[in-house]
T-cell receptor, first 114, second 113 residues
Framework: AQKVTQAQTEISVVEKEDVTLDCVYETRDTTYYLFWYKQPPSGELVFLIRRNSFDEQNEISGRYSWNFQKSTSSFNFTITASQVVDSAVYFCALSEAFGQNFVFGPGTRLSVLP | EAQVTQNPRYLITVTGKKLTVTCSQNMNHEYMSWYRQDPGLGLRQIYYSMNVEVTDKGDVPEGYKVSRKEKRNFPLILESPSPNQTSLYFC????????????FGSGTRLTVV
């Protein structure tokens, strides 16, 4: 069975610090997709990134970057120079067959203090 | 605008009073799903549907029903709500080849007293 673990329940940083959110996943499939979603205090779920299992290239989008390592089954998310607006709950998710069996981790609550 | 619309956003009800949370998407997605979100547990799948008239149980289906009579709609029915169904509910849809994964509705915060 597939599983997503986010060991960090809550993280607090001061604005402008870098912060990394950890995600470890378990799956038996060779083809799968990994996602990160952001849930700000307003409650909606916002898509951040999708990565398929064949693409281990790291990705950078502005202050956000993702490190995908199949060898350790990890898909970590780093925010550089954090801002107060980054305060949210962040979910890592795994999908084995696209569109099905979408499993979320428990989430990490990030608080960025001014 | 491509979106998933859930209604209502907030609902307070009493134990045992049947209710329906509606979900509609305008993206012609085949796949729709309901999740509930509880503190410390993340999002857990209640039911999903791979297409019209095809539904299946997720991880926590007890106490819920769904139907998929039309492609765009996927209502969640609580026949006899109980306080342990107090939660934040999300409807979501996606399609094969959709690069953004799920599109989520805005959520329905349900309180059962």
């Amino acid at each position: 069975a597939q599983k997503v673990t986010q060991a960090q329940t809550e993280i607090s940083v001061v604005e402008k610090e870098d912060v990394t959110l950890d995600c470890v996943y378990e799956t038996r499939d060779t083809t799968y997709y990994l996602f990160w979603y952001k849930q700000p205090p307003s409650g909606e779920l916002v898509f951040l990134i999708r990565r398929n299992s064949f693409d281990e290239q790291n990705e950078i989008s502005g202050r956000y970057s993702w490190n995908f390592q199949k060898s350790t089954s990890s898909f970590n998310f780093t925010i550089t120079a954090s801002q107060v607006v980054d305060s949210a709950v962040y979910f890592c998710a795994l999908s084995e067959a696209f569109g099905q069996n979408f499993v979320f981790g428990p989430g990490t609550r990030l608080s960025v203090l001014p | 605008e491509a979106q998933v619309t859930q209604n209502p956003r907030y609902l307070i009800t009493v134990t045992g009073k049947k209710l329906t949370v509606t979900c509609s998407q305008n993206m012609n997605h085949e796949y729709m799903s309901w999740y509930r979100q509880d503190p410390g547990l993340g999002l857990r799948q209640i039911y999903y549907s791979m297409n019209v008239e095809v539904t299946d149980k997720g991880d926590v289906p007890e106490g819920y029903k769904v139907s998929r009579k039309e492609k765009r709609n996927f209502p969640l029915i609580l026949e006899s709500p109980s306080p342990n169904q107090t939660s934040l509910y999300f409807c979501a849809s996606t399609s094969i080849g959709e690069p953004y994964g799920y599109t989520f509705g805005s959520g329905t915060r349900l309180t059962v007293v």
